[in-house]
């Protein structure tokens, strides 16, 4: 046996060697790559998932805007009502600072009233 039969046999013995790696490994990846149980379904789970919860996320955004709307809405409602009953209080305490009318003024708007 000379050495350039020694390296042909070792080059065939390598390759079959590779061949066998590459069929395990395709096997490997065909196994993984299963949508029941492998790593495909794992990743459409996943995908699904991902998509459940950006839809989850885009309703919540909206409804804490509108909730965020409707507390403005609220708030300037509140501030109006707050201006009127302020306005109200100023007005009750002039009308009890302001002077009684005299007798004679009373007796005057009985017989209008009377009258009228």
Do not use: Y
Not at 59 to 86: N, Q, V
């Amino acid at each position: 046996m000379t050495l350039e039969q020694l390296m042909q046999i070792l080059l065939l013995v390598a390759c079959v060697g590779l061949g066998v790696f590459c069929l395990t490994l395709a096997r490997r990846l065909r196994k993984m790559n299963n949508l029941e149980s492998g790593l495909g379904g794992a990743i459409a789970v996943m995908a699904a998932e991902v998509d459940r919860l950006e839809r989850a996320i885009r309703a919540a955004r909206d409804e804490a805007t509108a909730a965020s709307e409707r507390l403005a809405d609220e708030i300037e409602t509140a501030r109006r009502e707050r201006a009127i009953w302020d306005l109200r209080q100023r007005i009750g305490a002039a009308a009890a600072e302001a002077p009684q009318p005299s007798g004679v003024s009373r007796r005057l708007r009985k017989r209008e009233v009377n009258h009228g």
